[in-house]
Nanobody, 116 residues
Framework: QVQLVESGVGLVQAGGSLRSSCAAS????????IVWYRQAPGKQRELVAT????????NYAEFLQGRFTISRDNANNTVYLQMNSLKPEDTAVYYC?????????WGQGTQVTVSS
């Protein structure tokens, strides 16, 4: 069992930056794939970014247009999502997800609000 705890709740103005963290209660293994999702009010959850072992492979949703960066610190069992040039439409609850084989773990989510 792995518990994930997100942090980085924030209220920022459009154009600002915020970094969210996802800390795992146990060691993040090289086989783990970490994914950040987000869900805005009244919308379906959508994938934001993924990262594989050692950060060797990352993928991002096209709508981000290079504004976000996902990274992982395996030594500290933490994954980060750096969000730059934030827009009001980025307002959502952000969730981290750890996939270990066929098992998935979810964090409780962290609220990001971007004001115009």
């Amino acid at each position: 069992q792995v518990q994930l705890v997100e942090s980085g709740v924030g209220l920022v103005q459009a154009g600002g930056s915020l970094r969210s963290s996802c800390a795992a209660s146990r060691s993040i293994l090289c086989i783990d794939v970490i994914v950040w999702y987000r869900q805005a009010p009244g919308k379906q959850r959508e994938l934001v970014a993924t990262i594989t072992c050692g950060g060797s492979s990352t993928n991002y949703a096209e709508f981000l247009q290079g504004r976000f960066t996902i990274s992982r610190d395996n030594a500290n069992n933490t994954v980060y999502l750096q969000m730059n040039s934030l827009k009001p439409e980025d307002t959502a609850v952000y969730y981290c997800n750890l996939a270990r084989g066929s098992v998935e773990y979810w964090g409780q989510g962290t609220q990001v609000t971007v004001s115009s």
